[in-house]
């Protein structure tokens, strides 16, 4: 079982950055893959990131280019730097990890899921 919890959202103006992070315990971070979703109102959650257990990472079209997903396994921890945030996106943010290796950019290939972090770009 793996605990996942987001940290980093908050309010930032267009064309702002920031970096979330999410710290996983209680199980072999290393070994999952790590993705990172994200819900506006009223709309489904859409994936945004996503990056295996040696690195390898796709992104959604839409955040090509300006939002980086990382990891660091000796801390347990992934990452998603956004930069050139836009209103649109506006969103609650979540991680999610396990119970495979390889990359997955669909919701059913994730197991563990956090809480979800708000993210609130201002115009």
């Known amino acids: 079982q793996v605990h996942l919890v987001e940290s980093g959202g908050g309010l930032v103006q267009a064309g702002g950055s920031l970096r979330l992070s999410c710290a996983a315990s209680?199980?072999?971070?290393?070994?999952?893959?790590m993705g990172w979703f994200r819900q506006a109102p009223g709309k489904e959650r859409e994936f945004v990131a996503t990056i295996d257990w040696i690195g390898s990472t796709v992104y959604a079209d839409s955040v090509k280019g300006r939002f980086t997903i990382s990891r660091d396994n000796a801390k347990s921890t992934g990452y998603l730097q956004m930069n050139s945030l836009k209103p649109e996106e506006t969103a609650v943010y979540y991680c999610?990890?396990?119970?495979?290796?390889?990359?997955?950019?669909?919701?059913?290939?994730?197991?563990?899921w956090g809480q979800g972090t708000q993210v609130t770009v201002s115009s």
């Open positions: 999610a990890s396990g119970p495979r290796p390889h990359l997955g950019v669909q919701r059913n290939e994730y197991i563990y």
């Open positions: 209680g199980g072999i971070f290393s070994s999952y893959a």
